[in-house]
C-alpha cells in the first residue's frame, strides 16, 4: 500500500483508511477500528471549507476522536460496463 500512517486529518478529497479510537471508546476499553474513510470537500459555516468523514454511513469527528492514524487508500481500478455485462 502506498502512503505512510500519519496523524493529519486529510484535508483533500478522496478515501482513506482510518485506525483509530473515538474519547467514548476509550473510555468504554474498546480497541482501535479500521475503516474506509470517504473526505469530501462542503461548504461551513459563513461560507467556509470544511471537509466531511465519513465512514460506514456516520461521521468521524476530531472532537470526539481520541487517538487517530490516516493513510491513504488505494481503491482498484473497476472494469467498464462492457466487462461488466459481458455473458449475462
Known amino acids: 500500500m ?3 500512517w500519519t ?3 486529510p ?3 478522496g478515501y482513506y483508511w482510518f485506525y483509530g479510537l473515538s474519547t467514548t471508546g476509550a473510555r468504554m476499553g474498546q480497541q ?3 475503516y ?3 473526505v469530501k470537500a462542503v461548504t461551513g459555516n459563513y461560507g467556509r471549507r470544511a471537509f466531511a468523514y465519513i465512514a460506514e454511513g ?3 469527528g476530531e472532537e470526539e476522536t481520541k487517538a487517530a492514524l ?3 487508500a488505494e481503491l482498484p481500478e473497476v472494469p467498464g460496463i462492457k466487462e461488466l455485462m ?3
Open 58 to 60: 456516520r461521521f468521524i
Open 36 to 38: 474506509l474513510v470517504k
Open 7 to 9: 496523524r493529519k486529518w
Open 32 to 34: 482501535p477500528s479500521l
Open 70 to 72: 490516516w493513510k491513504p
Open 2 to 4: 502506498a502512503g505512510k
Open 11 to 13: 484535508k483533500k478529497e
Open 86 to 88: 459481458e455473458g449475462t
